[in-house]
């Protein structure tokens, strides 16, 4: 079976740090993306983790640890336009690359 | 680079009719091409895999008699709902791989339809 696991709503202030987390229960694990879904728009690719460790690019961070089934993404400098839905990704092993979504963490950023 | 459209973005029909939606790479060629389906506040649900010149494979629970998938060419994908209810009602999106360059795991989304059914 698979099972990936995200908070379903989060609040910060603008210029703070915040991190989202990701838990995943998959067989056939090979990699984990975030990414980045306005209301009523596409997802936008943010990172990627295939390996243990930090990914950073910007002011967007990704962890992996796949031995824990974790990863987490950091967003720094909070800018009111982060507000948004922020997916994480699993992908299959296997033919296609098949990629299954988490429910999706909605971020809520405040003056 | 890696640009891939929808048509149309939104879209509303009558109980019954079936909608055609279509899914272009623009300036790549798709090797695979994804479906989704997106209901409000949640995340997206893979449908079915296509490539091209061969039938789609769906995922569980996925009528492939309703939701028809034609993967005619390396940059062109359709999804036909056919008898539309409006419990199909969603927001459909595609994804496309770009197997000859670049990053090939990488998937790279279409803006989506909106499907209204009355």
């Known amino acids: 079976g698979q099972n990936i696991d995200q908070p379903t709503e989060m609040t910060a202030t603008e210029g703070a740090i915040v991190q989202i987390n990701c838990t995943y229960q998959t067989s056939g694990f090979n990699g984990l993306f975030w990414y980045q879904q306005h209301a009523g728009e596409a997802p936008t690719f943010l990172s990627y983790n295939v390996l243990d460790g930090l990914e950073e690019k910007g002011r967007f961070s990704s962890f992996l640890s796949r031995s824990k ?43 | 680079g890696a640009v891939v459209s929808q048509h149309p973005s939104r879209v509303i029909c009558k109980s019954g009719t079936s909608v ?20 409000p506040k949640q995340s997206l649900m893979l449908m079915a895999t ?22 005619a060419s390396l940059t062109l994908s359709t999804l036909t709902v056919t008898s539309a209810h409006p419990e199909d009602s969603s927001f459909y999106i595609c994804s496309a791989r770009d197997g000859t360059r670049g990053r090939p795991y990488e998937q790279y989304f279409g ?4 499907l209204t059914v009355t």
């Open chain 1, 69 to 111: 089934g974790y990863s987490y993404l950091l967003l720094k400098e909070l800018q009111m336009k982060d507000s948004a839905s922020y997916l994480c990704a699993v992908r299959r092993s296997g033919g296609y690359n098949k990629l299954i979504f988490g429910a999706g963490t909605r971020l809520a950023v405040h003056p």
């Open chain 2, 20 to 39: 055609k939606i279509e899914c272009r790479s623009l300036d790549f060629q798709a090797t695979t091409m994804f479906w989704y389906r997106q209901f």
């Open chain 2, 50 to 71: 296509s490539n091209e010149g061969s039938k789609a494979t769906y995922e569980q629970g996925v009528e492939k008699d309703k939701f028809l998938i034609n993967h």
């Open chain 2, 111 to 114: 803006p989506g339809t909106r």
